[in-house]
């Protein structure tokens, strides 16, 4: 198997944000006409659906998908249904996690959150019809002999064993329903944090790695370095993730900043330093590029952007 | 193709009840089975999800998904990850309609909602997480052969143009957010509902038979002759459903009634009258008998149904 030439230290962020500017560019019209539907759809939810998924945002995980793609020699076009699944996925756990009975957040990527601009009513049908519709265009876009296997993967990730099942465990630990975890050790609490963060963010970069892969009909040895490449991204990520909200300005994250400290919730640099955690990511993100590196020259945007995820300031 | 020897008049409602009853044998096990989980569930989701599965119900979309199979020539066996599916799907939209900002329903199949035994958040979460197990099992369970026209059939009848969609315009109607349909004529609003009761109800039949033929192998003709019956059957359930909010006892039915004359909420019983309505109900449910019976004499649950449904006291 060759090996990518570049460390992935040699991209610059200047060639990340250019290529997740490609990755905007392709996949934006494709959401559009995916949230394009039959008369028989109803107006105000179609127009809350599309709010919530044509907006500003980073379209990280349709990058992965399509990136674990062209990594494994598949094209574009034959991940885009991956791609577009994911978002939708990601796109309604947002408009859930912000609704009044679960976060109560009124910003959302610099505008009102969806149950803010609609209500709150529409925005729950709005996730629920966003999620339907990500199986919907997933089963009918993928090739049909590993179709069975992409549901498969994406029911798993967005149900109570990861996406869903973090959620409601980090709510857990927020309303003291766990009430051994309150009086717990500090690593206890933190590993549990970590455990949560691995459900409800890193499960779905894993999700949309796989699904680019199938896509693309990759072997199960390169599915497996897409898998390892996950594991050290996503944990990288959210250890970003965790920086900003200390350190970051509400502005440039375009959300509230400062929430994991106000709700007293452990995070890796709550609790080893802001320096500290920012050497783990860094290292995580070096195990990253390292995984995606063995996939050969195809992988460099895994590689440039696994180092660029910990430099980032939104 | 062989006729069914019975007209379906002939099928006791004791016979119907004895067969819904080793559906629910069937079944119940299974969706148990189905809900359960690994240890990265969380414990108070899987709680909620199995109390709100695992309850009293009549497992009608099951039994759609079984008998629809056993017309083609299937095996339960074969078709019981749809059943599982549609059972997922039809709870799951029970828990999100009785919420708060939606119906703000307390009781349910005679007992607490799910939101009221356990609270708002989680049973958002316990829906969501229900329709991503529901496309899991069914991705997993059905032959490779079926599983994308099967997911996208899910897909399509979970989200915006059929289940949400319906629920949505449900509520537009409802709030007065369609300021021109409180003017329109008597007979536009009642085509209105009418179009919103396909959406939330008969689609799901639809799906639970198509998913059931499809299991089964089933050639397109038969699956036509299935969404033939699936269409009147659904028509004739509304109705019969109607009469029951209109005249049946909460202690039987177990939910709320008279909810809709209290909404001043059109049915064909509020518009045509109790006996017209029933006249309707009956028709179609022998228009539903004589395309079931059309697939032979495996289809005679299928007959029965059809003529027992408008018989219904609960």
Chains 1, 2 share one sequence.
Request: proline share 4%; aromatic share 4%.
């Amino acid at each position: 198997m060759a090996t990518c030439p570049v460390s992935g230290a040699d991209v610059s962020g200047a060639d990340v944000l250019a290529a997740l500017e490609r990755v905007r560019a392709f996949i934006d019209p494709r959401l559009d006409e995916a949230l394009t539907f039959s008369g028989d759809a109803a107006p105000r939810l179609v127009e809350a659906m599309r709010y919530a998924v044509l907006a500003p945002g980073k379209r990280l995980r349709p990058a992965l998908a399509l990136w674990a793609s062209s990594a494994c020699g598949g094209s574009w076009d034959a991940a885009a249904p991956a791609a577009i699944a994911v978002e939708l996925i990601h796109a309604y756990s947002l408009v859930h996690d912000d609704l009044p009975a679960m976060d109560d957040d009124d910003l959302r990527r610099g505008r009102p959150t969806c149950h803010r601009a609609f209500d709150e009513a529409t925005a729950i049908l709005c996730g629920d019809a966003l999620q339907a519709r990500a199986f919907e265009i997933l089963a009918r876009g993928l090739p049909p002999e590993v179709t069975g296997r992409a549901c498969a993967v994406l029911g798993r990730t967005a149900g109570a064993e990861a996406l869903v099942g973090g959620q409601q465990d980090d709510l857990a630990a927020e309303r003291g329903w766990m009430a051994d975890l309150a009086s717990a050790p500090t690593a206890t609490r933190l590993e549990w944090m970590q455990r949560i963060n691995r459900r409800k963010t890193g499960a779905l970069f894993l999700a949309a790695l796989e699904l680019g892969g199938l896509a693309a009909g990759a072997a199960a040895d390169r599915l497996a370095l897409l898998a390892r490449f996950g594991r050290s991204f996503g944990e990288a990520f959210q250890i970003a993730d965790d920086l900003l909200d200390a350190e970051g300005s509400e502005a440039a994250v375009g959300k509230r900043v400062g929430k994991d400290a106000g709700r007293g919730k452990l995070t890796l640099p709550t609790v080893v330093g802001l320096a500290s955690a920012r050497d783990r990511a860094v290292a995580l993100a070096a195990e990253a590029a390292a995984a995606a590196a063995s996939l050969g020259p195809g992988a460099e945007p895994l590689v440039g952007l696994a180092h660029w995820i910990v430099g980032r300031d939104h």
